[in-house]
């Protein structure tokens, strides 16, 4: 397992794990990417990890990314807002 220190907007976040490294779940394309999704596995939370490439991933405010399975979920089930394709940039 492989530990790295992630900057998101100013705070620093320890990332542990496999970064992406897998074919896209959807297209099998390269993956640059994985699902941000928080989920509970074992009774441990961690976040879903689907390997996505920059083209099937659905981003999220905060440099996150989720599956087409979880981006439907993402502002309904968690209320938090949901930065779609072509969305970026429109916050100040
Ligand atoms: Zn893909
Ligand atoms: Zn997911």
């Known amino acids: 397992m492989t530990c790295e220190v992630k900057d998101l907007k100013g ?3 320890i990332v ?3 970064r992406a ?3 896209c779940r959807y297209c099998h394309g390269a993956s640059s990417r994985l699902c941000d999704f928080p989920v509970v596995r074992e009774g441990k939370r961690g976040t879903c990890d689907a390997p996505l490439c920059s083209r099937c991933t659905t981003r ?3 440099d996150g990314d989720l599956c ?3 981006a439907p979920l993402w502002d309904t089930a968690l209320g938090r807002p949901k ?3 072509g969305a970026e ?3 100040t």
């Open 11 to 13: 705070t620093m976040a």
């Open 16 to 18: 542990c794990g496999r």
């Open 21 to 23: 490294s897998k074919s």
């Open 60 to 62: 999220i405010a905060g």
């Open 68 to 70: 087409r399975a979880h």
């Open 83 to 85: 930065v779609g394709p």
């Open 89 to 91: 940039g429109e916050t």
